[in-house]
């Protein structure tokens, strides 16, 4: 294995267009393992989408800010800023491509290193205008370096392949796979859902591929194991076909010979999936934020669905409702909220049971007086035995002692959530967003065990970034 030097490691992240790293990780030291883990180190990482940065003057060519882990939490002085600018990785930026705009982890080609998976859904292909693509970005020691096109198997014009990306092992072989949802094939405008099986090489080869249909538009992907066997299951979310009125979620189980179509669910956009009752079997939570009359599958201020699993996949009577009007769940639920905005399942106590952080970005506070408009708002349930308990239930503002910050109209606090044990000290803890926080840059706060006790923010500007994100800074977030 080629070492490098501290020096030499600097020189060479700047010649890649990479911002240093302060530290260097030991020569001797084996690669953690661990999800999420760029650098082996053994604490996991943070990749956070700027898909609406400027590069070299290209408006919302985008890029990806990625932070690394420590004992104490995430270090935004120790932080990549990737772009396709960015020596080894494949393309170039161009004004409008969005680069960064999903993202998600995996260990694709078995390293011991967790790998960037980037999507780029506008991206254009010859002459096909967002016809999109994927990007792998490939962990080492030293950090992510260099990158691969993942294939698009079918490249035509509004394809937005990329537009949701979740990596998971579906076929239980031990080589990680991924879906990638796209716009269907040459004269049919559905969308369809690629799976990609691993394993996946530096030189861009892959496993085979398999198309299936949903019958969503626009479906946003997630993976996890709800049935408790080695394969991952994959829950799909979105709009219904040729309307902006929200779908009914559909269940995929994973098989060796790839995904099979399950059960349906209940109308969302968002989900999640945990064990949120420590039976071994992964509990699906659906976020519907929409409000009664944009939606009339909605809730005034929107509403949790939870869906309990089993042996054999989505139990069809273990299901409950929750919003901000049920007992114990802080709060009320008032016209625009957008309860279930973002949701992050992880076991943020260390008792053995998934909890769930619930973004509602639209929350507002105050009086006439002192009014905040969409200050933004996280809930945090916890899971028992019984499953998910509104008992002992909190809520994190700007304005909770010790979260940084204070409430300001428009900053929409939780409007991206990330559960992960970034400290390896055995509990989850909370990464979350608010896009317009000193509008229009975002931030990021990194909240411990998902309390407010030693919680940190930051902006772009920490990461190499302009203030001016157009929004666009945490739209997506991936460790």
């Not at 030991?26 to 990482?45: K, T």
């Not at 069809?316 to 769940?329: D, F, K, P, S």
């Amino acid at each position: 294995m080629r070492r490098h030097t501290p020096a030499v490691l600097a020189t060479a992240l700047l010649a890649a267009g990479l911002a240093p790293l302060t530290w260097a990780a030991p020569a001797s030291a084996a690669p953690s393992g661990l999800s999420g883990d760029f650098n082996g180190d053994g604490y996991r990482d943070a990749a956070i989408s700027a898909s609406g940065a400027t590069v070299s003057g290209k408006a919302w060519a985008g890029q990806v800010s990625v932070v690394y882990g420590s004992a104490t939490g995430l270090n935004p002085a120790k932080h990549q800023l990737i772009s396709q600018n960015s020596a080894g990785v494949p393309g170039e930026a161009e004004a409008y491509d969005e680069f960064g705009d999903q993202v998600a982890t995996a260990d694709l080609n078995r390293d011991g290193y967790s790998d960037l998976i980037v999507g780029t859904m506008r991206e254009k292909a010859g002459s096909k205008d967002d016809a999109g693509t994927v990007v792998i970005l490939w962990g080492s020691a030293s950090g992510l370096s260099g990158g691969t096109t993942v294939k698009n198997p079918l490249s035509l014009y509004g394809s937005y392949f990329g537009l949701s990306i979740a990596a998971a092992d579906f076929t239980g072989d031990g080589k990680p796979d991924l879906a990638i949802s796209a716009r269907g094939d040459s004269g049919d405008p559905t969308y369809r859902i690629r799976l990609i099986r691993g394993p996946f090489t530096r030189s861009g080869s892959t496993g085979s591929v398999s198309s299936y249909s949903p019958g969503i538009d626009r479906p946003a992907l997630t993976a996890g194991r709800v049935d408790g066997d080695t394969k991952a299951d994959l829950v799909v979310a979105g709009q219904k076909a040729n309307s902006d009125r929200l779908a009914t979620a559909v269940f995929y189980r994973g098989t060796s010979s790839g995904l099979s179509k399950g059960a349906a669910l209940r109308t969302a956009a968002t989900a999640a999936i945990g064990d949120l009752d420590k039976d071994g079997f992964g509990d699906i939570v659906l976020g519907n934020p929409a409000d009664p009359d944009v939606d009339p599958s909605g809730a005034t201020g929107g509403r949790i669905h939870v869906v309990y699993g089993t042996s054999s996949g989505p139990s069809a009577t273990r299901r409950t409702t929750l919003g901000e009007n049920t007992a114990g769940v802080p709060d009320t639920a008032e016209y625009g909220d957008g309860f279930g905005t973002a949701l992050a399942v992880g076991d943020f106590d260390k008792d053995g049971y998934g909890d769930l952080a619930v973004g509602a970005p639209g929350e507002s506070f105050g009086d006439d007086q002192h009014y905040f408009s969409s200050a933004g708002a996280i809930t945090l349930l916890r899971g028992s035995a019984a499953g998910l308990t509104t008992a002992g239930a909190t809520q994190l503002t700007q304005a909770s002692p010790g979260v940084p910050g204070s409430l300001e109209g428009g900053d929409v606090f939780g409007a991206t959530l990330l559960a992960s044990d970034v400290t390896h000290d055995g509990r989850a803890d909370l990464t979350a967003i608010a896009a317009n926080e000193n509008d229009p840059a975002g931030a990021a706060w990194f909240l411990p065990g998902a309390k407010s006790t030693g919680s940190l923010s930051f902006g772009p500007t920490s990461l190499g970034l302009t203030r001016n994100q157009g929004g666009a800074f945490g739209a997506d977030l991936a460790g």
